[in-house]
């Protein structure tokens, strides 16, 4: 993994990279709201999967687990590996459409991050991670096979130097 950072607001790269995480940003959000309209609030944590961590660049629901699963109806049942969680019964009316409507939120996928530096996968790789930094700079943390000789606004970072970014500590 390769750590990366953009500073030139003024650049094309930054911009796109800069919208593009702002637009998931703003998925998240809506989408977390669009789960508690959904399922409710009454659940402590989920079971899926946490933005950036797959193919999916924003959050992935897939169960719940509920604070009184007594006040479930049959629309949920147990998962099967995890107890305490809950998961749509789609052998249910109401089970189907929960299950479509978590799987109908917002999206955003990992090829997004490299179709702006024109990039395709060979093999395999590690998921693209982007964040916006408090001092507005864009850190990327990218699979070592990438490269970015055509893009200078893409400086190479170290790991230190990334973490220190993303705490809101200045270089």
């Known amino acids: 993994m390769m750590y990366y950072k953009i500073s030139n607001k003024k650049s094309k790269t930054y911009k796109k990279c800069h919208e593009l995480r702002t637009e998931e940003l703003k998925m998240e959000k809506e ?8 399922v409710g609030d009454d659940w402590d944590h989920f ?4 933005g950036q961590q797959n193919i999916d660049r924003v959050t992935w629901y897939n169960g719940f ?9 049959n629309a949920w049942k147990k998962h099967k590996e995890y107890p305490d969680i809950y998961v749509p019964n789609t052998r249910t009316k109401a089970g189907k459409k929960i299950k ?3 799987n109908n939120l917002q999206r955003s996928c990992f090829y997004r991050v490299l179709e702006i530096f024109g990039l395709q996968v060979i093999g395999r790789f590690s998921y ?3 964040e916006i930094c408090d001092s507005g700079e864009i850190v990327l943390a990218m699979d070592d096979q990438f490269n970015f000789d055509n893009f200078p606004e893409v400086i190479e970072i170290t790991k230190r130097e990334a973490e220190r970014l993303l705490k809101g500590g200045e270089e």
Request: net charge positive; charged share 35%.
């Open 100 to 102: 479509e409507e978590l």
């Open 31 to 38: 989408n977390a709201k669009r789960v508690r309209e959904i």
């Open 128 to 130: 693209p991670y982007m």
């Open 65 to 73: 687990a509920f604070k009184d699963p007594s006040k479930l109806s």
């Open 47 to 50: 079971c899926g999967w946490s």
